[in-house]
């Protein structure tokens, strides 16, 4: 007997699930300990040793996000994903050549059409737009792998994403490998990344995918790796990103050329030509992404360059309505002109980086959030009070990393900005900025505490 479809947020659970979930965490916790084991053996790399602890954070966030959201927001967008998978496993089982049409199809309601009383079928909202139906494409492998149960699904997507936070993690040890306590704080044990980001959500899915394209990324330039795998890992993770939030790419696309030609800049060892070119390179990289993102315009939609500012206001002027209850804050009012949205960039980078404040809290989970900006602020203060300029314009100046992780963190601040004015909105959102510019913040505190100059490691 099949699973309904609807379940209004009242998520069944069966009794076969909790020695399911037990089971999971016990077989993954083997799985991790071997690889541990082996990893050590032949590096003696005590980054590893973060390696189990992080997995562990990620299912416990997993869990503990799916039981809220079952529990006490009694159900979202998080489970109309999962109810709409059923729909597609239901027609799977009765009739697989129409399931791979759905997977294949479009949002129309031809495609809609092949859902039956028999399958159920999946919520108009989320099937008719392209995002959200590709979300609930990428959940029913896991749902299916986990025999239609809700919070076995949503743990076996914390165990995927957290692939990507951990590679990410690894990238940054690799450069610097002294201060792999605090990066592991930094990337691994933030609170909202394993709360927001172990869910079945959006973010879940564009947090890992965007990890993955920073790493494949720093494969390319630092030549490591295969390259097949580079390009795969590059291809995929931007097609995640592209399909369901392509406003990231937006971001990543000018950091990734920055870092790239930074790389070489440095390898030029007259430096007043560095100086003299460096100018024209930006200019280059500029126009270079500017007609990038103008050829993937169609993918983009309204996020292309020719309408992203246009769609800002639309945006932030919406989640100023009264029907997000009061979690709505305010950065000015601004129009569709580049220099009133410009304007608006120290309070939008502020709001990306830093808000809810502590005090704009009005519940237990965004209380979570700001106790984890307040540990953000704080660092960040520490940094530029304690730090001298000097090093850290050396530290930005020397480590491309440094510098990419800075330009994607401060641009995806100032978009999610100027984009979202609800709370509820912001926590998720400004995800996959934490583990860079924490990341980049923990290597300048690292670096002050240590007292002593580093080189990256090769």
């Known amino acids: 007997m099949n699973i309904p479809t609807f379940t209004y947020g009242k998520v069944p659970v069966q009794a076969w699930e909790y020695p399911a979930i037990i089971f999971i965490v016990i077989l993954f916790s083997i799985i991790g300990l071997q690889i541990v084991r082996k990893k050590n053996y032949k590096s003696q790399d005590p980054s590893w040793k973060y390696f189990?602890?992080?997995?562990?954070?990620?299912?416990?966030?997993?869990?503990?996000?799916?039981?809220?959201?079952?529990?006490?927001?009694?159900g979202g967008d998080t489970t109309s994903y999962y109810e709409c998978s059923l729909a597609f496993i239901n027609l799977l089982y009765h009739n697989p050549?129409?399931?791979?049409?759905?997977?294949?199809g479009g949002g129309t309601l031809e495609i809609k059409s092949l859902f039956t009383s028999q399958t159920g079928s999946p919520m108009g909202y989320v099937f008719f737009d392209?995002?959200?139906?590709?979300?609930?494409?990428?959940?029913?492998?896991?749902?299916?792998?986990?025999?239609?149960?809700?919070?076995?699904a949503t743990l076996l997507l914390s165990l995927a994403t957290y692939g990507g936070l951990w590679?990410?993690?690894?990238?940054?040890?690799?450069?610097?490998?002294?201060?792999?306590?605090?990066?592991?704080?930094a990337i691994l044990?933030?609170?909202?990344?394993?709360?927001?980001?172990?869910g079945i959500l959006k973010d879940s899915f564009t947090l890992a995918a965007t990890c993955y394209f920073i790493v494949a990324t720093?494969?390319?330039?630092?030549?490591?790796?295969?390259?097949?795998?580079?390009?795969?890992?590059?291809?995929?993770?931007?097609?995640?990103?592209?399909?369901?939030?392509?406003?990231?790419?937006?971001?990543?696309?000018?950091?990734?050329?920055?870092?790239?030609?930074?790389?070489?800049?440095?390898?030029?060892?007259?430096?007043?030509f560095r100086y003299v070119i460096v100018p024209f390179i930006y200019v280059i990289i500029l126009g270079?992404?500017?007609?990038?993102?103008?050829?993937?315009?169609?993918?983009?939609?309204?996020?292309?360059?020719?309408?992203?500012?246009?769609?800002?206001?639309?945006?932030?002027?919406?989640?100023?309505?009264?029907y997000y209850d009061g979690s709505s804050f305010d950065i000015g009012e601004f129009d569709a002109s580049a220099l009133s949205v410009a304007s608006k960039?120290?309070?939008?980078?502020?709001?990306?980086?830093?808000?809810?404040?502590?005090?704009?809290?009005?519940?237990?989970?965004?209380?979570?959030?700001?106790?984890?900006?307040?540990?953000?602020?704080?660092?960040?203060?520490?940094?530029?009070?304690?730090?001298?300029?000097?090093?850290?314009?050396?530290?930005?100046?020397?480590?491309?990393?440094?510098?990419?992780?800075?330009?994607?963190?401060?641009?995806?601040?100032?978009?999610?900005?100027?984009t979202t004015s609800n709370f509820g909105a912001l926590v998720r959102f400004k995800i996959p900025l934490i583990p860079l510019y924490m990341g980049s913040m923990m290597v300048m505190y690292s670096h002050l505490n240590a007292g002593k100059s580093f080189r990256m490691k090769k």
Not at 167 to 185: C, D, E, G, S, T
Not at 189 to 198: A, D, L, N
């Open 130 to 152: 392209d995002k959200t139906r590709m979300v609930v494409k990428l959940c029913i492998p896991l749902v299916l792998l986990g025999g239609k149960s809700y919070f076995i």
């Open 288 to 322: 270079g992404s500017y007609g990038a993102l103008t050829q993937l315009g169609g993918a983009l939609g309204k996020f292309a360059p020719d309408k992203a500012l246009e769609t800002a206001v639309v945006i932030q002027r919406d989640l100023k309505q009264s």
């Open 218 to 272: 720093d494969m390319f330039i630092s030549k490591h790796g295969n390259v097949f795998g580079k390009w795969i890992m590059i291809i995929l993770s931007g097609f995640v990103i592209i399909s369901i939030k392509p406003y990231i790419l937006i971001i990543l696309l000018p950091g990734t050329m920055v870092w790239f030609f930074y790389q070489r800049i440095k390898q030029i060892k007259n430096k007043y």
């Open 345 to 418: 960039a120290p309070a939008a980078i502020v709001a990306g980086l830093f808000r809810p404040f502590i005090w704009e809290c009005k519940n237990a989970v965004m209380l979570l959030s700001g106790l984890e900006n307040l540990f953000i602020l704080v660092l960040t203060l520490l940094v530029l009070v304690r730090v001298r300029f000097k090093v850290i314009y050396r530290l930005i100046a020397d480590e491309p990393l440094i510098l990419y992780s800075f330009v994607f963190a401060l641009l995806f601040a100032f978009m999610i900005g100027v």
């Open 97 to 104: 050549m129409a399931f791979f049409e759905a997977m294949l």
């Open 167 to 185: 590679r990410l993690y690894r990238m940054f040890v690799r450069y610097f490998p002294q201060f792999y306590r605090n990066l592991a704080i």
């Open 52 to 74: 189990l602890p992080g997995m562990w954070l990620k299912l416990g966030g997993g869990l503990f996000f799916a039981l809220i959201y079952v529990l006490y927001y009694k």
């Open 189 to 198: 044990f933030m609170p909202s990344v394993i709360f927001w980001g172990s």
